[in-house]
């Protein structure tokens, strides 16, 4: 029989003892009464929530049987399950022999349930704890104390089985026990160390907790979380149950006495959340809440009491009671609705502070950093502010955020603002696909970043990735404008030096020329006049350089005659011969043509000064609401990803983008390069 089968069948086993012992101890129920035994020495109702509060043993210990059959604990809520429900089949059916009708073997049955409550008790209270989580002990150092548990077991059972004269513990005082061997009685002495083992299997988890690290340690809190919930249920209930009697116990008593039975499934529910939901992304919420609602509910308490003391006394003093004083009820309804607000604040924070010490749980570190980015815009504002939720959020020892520029990651801001950029662990914020930047923390030694911690950090992560793109487009903007700014200036320079160095000398020659010739009129006709000739020409050589640098700032022929016809007479002036491919393309806006006109001159200008090309071809094209343009060389060509843009491509891509166009720059080692745009535009000019 494989695994998987066997943990069937078990798990078969147990729901069918289930359903036989709740049928013999309902038929045997007025028998049982009256002797004390079965599920109805506390009531049948109670013997039978106890059973149903134990059905989640062998339900959790199936699932992971079946998902994880080489953990033990999956074997071990099994094995509980079977001992107790296939126990109390036995048990009813040795009740029904003896009390009710003659059963074969009834009586030996009934007296070898006296000592099956032990193994039930003993796994969950040892072999649980010892082996949870994942199956094993703490360490091979703890397999003489897994011995001694087991030896105390089975003696417990031995000594349980045979130490008793008489079946008086199943309710049969009369019947004596056919397994009495009163020699062995001093077996039942190994009952002491039972306490002593439980104790023991507690202190394992207590010692595999400080060893562990994320996703253990919130398993093993988990389970620590579900045992103090039952012992402090229980614990409560006995604190309450003191003096009352099963006819005189208050109804709300009972209720709860019921819902406390029930509690004692929290114990498998939490080991089976712990073994099979990785992550326990809720865990610290959820004892936080329990916490709060348990401290809240506990001030509560104490103020109503304290209340009906001082008000009961108040009375009593007037020689009244509550009923004669309904002042008094209003004013302790009042005291508590006055007091439940600034107490719920309070609990809040007791809460906080016993989970998550000095970081926000991680609801509020989401919404703490939505609300600081949308209280800040500026990129020297919002990332610092990051990395600050970022590292207290997660208990980090310092955190950072960095951003993509040009292909490589760079610290863009530290928290705290002193430290190193921490780069052991590293989330990557991406926008749309596209990898924006980083997002790292350095943890303590003692608590490695796993678990909710780590969950949170990709939250956070996936958050950051429309900030990230927002703090780059801002600082795009700002280094486009600069410099757009930088590359007017450099025209500006260019156009001081050109008039300075062309049509300012030929003015300032003309002038001393003109005032030469003035001279010479009257001395020498001849000469001025052939002097006279000359400075014509000098001025209208001054005229051409200023109309070519008048059409160098926006070319009249551009604005008369189009982009095409202006592109023309730029190729036939270029360093390498150059073609103009611009079939069927009109006119368009001034700016669009303007952006594309001087976008092809720099690319020219790049060709002349650095492909080394041959020939180079301008391609113009439009369509779908787009002007298009190429200029493509036969030149060496360059590694794009190797190579930034220069400050002319950069200029071409800055004056495109300035009006929503955008540049593509394509090229291989000796296969030349193709320089390509597109720029939007609304109806074409013409």
Known sequence: ????????????????????????????????????GGWSGSGFLAGLLFALSLLPFPIVGLLIALRQPENAIGWLLLAIGFT??????????GTYGVAMSRLPADTWTLAFTDMLWVPPIGLMGTFTLLLFPDGHLPSPRWRWFAWLCAVVLVVSCVGILVGASTMADSGFPNLANPFAIPSLEFLQVSLVLFPFCILGSAGSLVVRYRRSRGTERD?????????????????????????????????????????????????????????????????????????????????????????????????????????????????????????????????????????????????????????????????????????????????????????????????????????????????????????????????????????ARENLMHDLASQAGLVLRNVLLIEELRSSRRRLVAAQDDERRKIERNLHDGAQQQLVALAVQLKLARTMVERDPAKATALLDTLQGSATDALEDLRDLARGIYP?????????????????????????????????????????????????????????AATARITLSDGSG????????????????GTSYGTGLQGIADRLAALGGELVVTSAPGDGTAVAGRHPFGEAAG
């Open 556 to 612: 009249p022929l551009l604005a008369d005659k189009g982009l095409a016809t202006a592109l023309e007479a730029q190729a036939r002036k270029a360093a390498v011969p150059v073609t103009v491919e611009a079939d069927g393309v009109g006119r368009f806006p001034a700016d669009v043509e303007s952006a594309v006109y001087f976008s092809c001159l720099e690319a020219l200008q790049n060709v002349a000064k650095y492909a080394d």
């Open 219 to 451: 398993q093993l809190k988990l389970l620590a979380f579900a045992a103090a919930t039952v012992a402090a249920s229980y614990l409560v209930i006995m604190l309450l149950s003191i003096g009352s009697t099963s006819s005189n116990t208050p109804g709300w008593l009972g209720v709860a006495q019921t819902l406390v039975i029930f509690s004692f499934s929290l114990i498998p529910l939490a080991i089976g959340v712990a073994i099979l939901r990785h992550g326990l992304y809720e865990i610290d919420l959820i004892i936080r809440k329990t916490v709060r609602y348990a401290v809240l509910v506990a001030l509560l308490v104490a103020i109503l009491v304290g209340a009906l003391l001082i008000v009961g006394a108040l009375a009593v003093g007037s020689g009244g009671g509550l009923r004669e004083n309904p002042t008094a009820l209003v004013a302790i309804g009042a005291a508590i609705g006055l007091a439940f607000s600034p107490l719920r604040r309070l609990t809040a924070r007791i809460a906080d502070r016993l989970v998550f010490g000095d970081r926000s749980n991680p609801y509020e570190v989401l919404s703490e950093f939505s609300g600081r980015v949308g209280d800040a815009y500026a990129a020297e504002d919002v990332l610092p502010r990051m990395a600050q939720v970022l590292g207290m959020g997660i208990g980090a020892q310092s955190a950072a955020v960095w951003l993509v520029s040009s292909g490589e990651l760079r610290a863009a801001a530290v928290w705290p603002a002193d430290a190193e950029p921490p780069a052991e662990v590293l989330v990557d914020v991406q926008h749309r696909g596209e990898r924006l930047g980083a997002l790292s923390v350095a943890m303590p030694p003692t608590e490695p970043l796993s678990g």
């Open 1 to 36: 029989m494989n695994k998987r089968a066997l943990a069937w069948t078990i798990f078969a086993i147990d729901i069918a003892s289930l359903l036989v012992a709740g049928w013999f101890a309902w038929v045997t129920r007025n028998a049982a009464l009256a002797s004390g």
């Open 84 to 93: 107790w429900f296939f126990g109390e089949a036995l048990t009813g059916y």
């Open 626 to 641: 787009e002007l298009r343009f190429e200029i493509r060389d036969d030149g060496r060509g360059f590694d794009p990803s």
